[in-house]
């Protein structure tokens, strides 16, 4: 990889976005509370712009568990009147914490009254911040590393009965691949830190009540601290990745993951500044001992061209998906369960009730999506930036996909992520398709889906790459 004589140009932009502090929370099937009861660490959205002078692109990191695609056309739509670029050229990216606000209205009543008002001023917060980003402007010079770490796990295991359940398959695939890239000011100063890792951010589970952006949240904080700039964290291919402590009540626990994730981070992006990659030989100075004094080299990479393209890969989807008026009238009937339930306080009613709502939910959504179709858009939102390639799908792909985008593309550094531009559902391969579980069951696609995708996406990332 080498050097590129023209700049690429790079600016960053931040807003808190904390919602009220009971608004309707989490979404979890097994919690018994609706509303949070406080925050524990600030939300955030931000924006990094980057341009060759000629194409700027603006990619917005949200500290959200789901951008519905009418979420993402409206954030993307706001910040394109901000700042007067094409929409195909603002991607908006959800970590996927599970501890943030619903991001619909499902069998969660109290405190959603608040949830419309809130994203009323998330697409404020994206545009402000994205005007920041182009406004803050600058060359950089690009360094890019690969790190591992441990805290995901794949997470589709089964029980003495054979049932498949979320929980730890130590032997299932996993990718643990941590993919840094560092943008730095001329003067050497950290301008941004982006990573790209597959871990659901699911630490925090049905027992908490405070609203916080898990591991995430807490890597982008451990980061900033040890190498300075602001860190945007792209989340991976992680439809079938868990962490390696789940659904857990303690804070504490997600802040400690993160650090771990965070201080990989940041070994690899001061490694990039203080480990030579190459060296020639200056002079020896005398001093009793000789000492050898060397030029050190930090290699960087290209930063230029900059590229966007969106498109609409489809692909099958399965046979048998469910029906509107049977799905609706069983939200309806367990809504109404856990509404007597509530009533008479009975727990192990509230329980049944409220997992069934939740899943009942989930199924009619996808009767919305779906019903009656037998293919599906698949949108792919695509990033060049000189050696480095970002791919976004508005889907929950499973590792294995991510795998194999990042293997057979042409790009020296490919990063592969998830719940960009929106959300449609869960994505399996075609050797986890026939094992059925909670993700397979709840995805409107086939089995032949995600060699589909990985196909056009590998193809398309070919043609940039040879222009």
Not at 254 to 265: D, F, I, P, T
Request: hydrophobic share 35%.
């Amino acid at each position: 990889m080498s050097s590129d004589t023209k700049h690429l140009l790079a600016g960053t932009g931040r807003r808190c976005t904390n919602p009220p502090p009971n608004v309707a929370h989490g979404g979890w099937g097994a919690q018994k509370h609706e509303q949070a009861e406080g925050i524990d660490m600030d939300l955030w959205v931000t924006a990094l712009a980057l341009s060759d002078q000629t194409t700027t692109v603006l990619v917005l990191d949200l500290d959200i568990q789901i951008l519905t695609n009418q979420v993402a056309d409206r954030i993307r739509s706001t910040v394109s009147q901000a700042t007067g670029l094409p929409i195909e050229n603002i991607r908006a990216s959800a970590t996927h914490t599970h501890s943030g606000p619903v991001p619909y209205k499902s069998w969660i009543e109290k405190g959603y009254e608040m949830v419309g008002p809130w994203f009323e001023n998330v697409y404020r917060w994206c545009a402000e911040a994205a005007v920041e980003a182009i406004a803050n402007l600058q060359p950089v010079e690009i360094r890019a590393g690969r790190g591992e770490c441990h805290i995901n796990v794949n997470r589709r295991t089964t029980n003495a009965k054979g049932e498949m359940f979320l929980g730890k398959n130590r032997g299932g695939p996993c990718d643990h691949e941590v993919i840094v890239i560092k943008l730095d000011a001329l003067d050497g100063t950290s301008l941004a830190t982006l990573v790209n890792y597959a871990c659901h951010p699911t630490i925090m589970g049905p027992p908490n009540r405070l609203i916080t952006p898990d591991y995430p949240g807490a890597m982008k904080r451990v980061v900033e601290e040890a190498v300075g700039g602001r860190c945007f964290f792209l989340q991976g291919s992680t439809g079938d990745q868990g962490p390696v402590q789940g659904f857990q009540g303690d804070p504490k626990v997600y802040r400690k993951l993160g650090a771990v994730l965070g201080h990989e981070v940041a070994k690899v992006a001061l490694s990039l500044n203080s480990v030579p990659s190459g060296e020639s030989f200056r002079e020896v100075i005398p001093s009793g001992a000789p000492l050898g004094m060397y030029n050190e080299q930090f290699a960087t990479i290209a930063g230029t061209p900059v590229q966007v393209l969106t498109k609409e890969i489809m692909v099958p989807l399965r046979e048998g998906l469910p029906e509107k008026k049977a799905a609706t009238e069983k939200l309806e009937h367990w809504k109404n369960k856990l509404t007597v339930a509530r009533a008479n306080k009975d727990e192990a009613a509230i329980t049944e009730a409220t997992y069934m709502a939740r899943r009942a939910d989930i199924q009619l959504r996808m009767a919305d999506d779906f019903g009656g179709k037998t293919d599906a858009g698949v949108r792919t939102h695509f990033i060049r930036f000189g050696d480095v390639a970002l791919v976004g799908c508005n889907i929950e792909p499973f590792c294995e996909i991510g795998l194999t985008v990042k293997q057979q593309s042409p790009f020296p550094v490919t990063c592969m992520s998830g719940y960009t531009n929106g959300r449609m559902a869960y994505m399996a391969t075609a050797e986890e398709w026939p094992k059925g579980g909670y993700e397979v069951e709840n995805s409107p696609f086939g089995q032949s889906a995600a060699a589909t995708l990985q196909r056009e996406i590998v193809a398309t990332l070919n043609s940039l790459h040879e222009k």
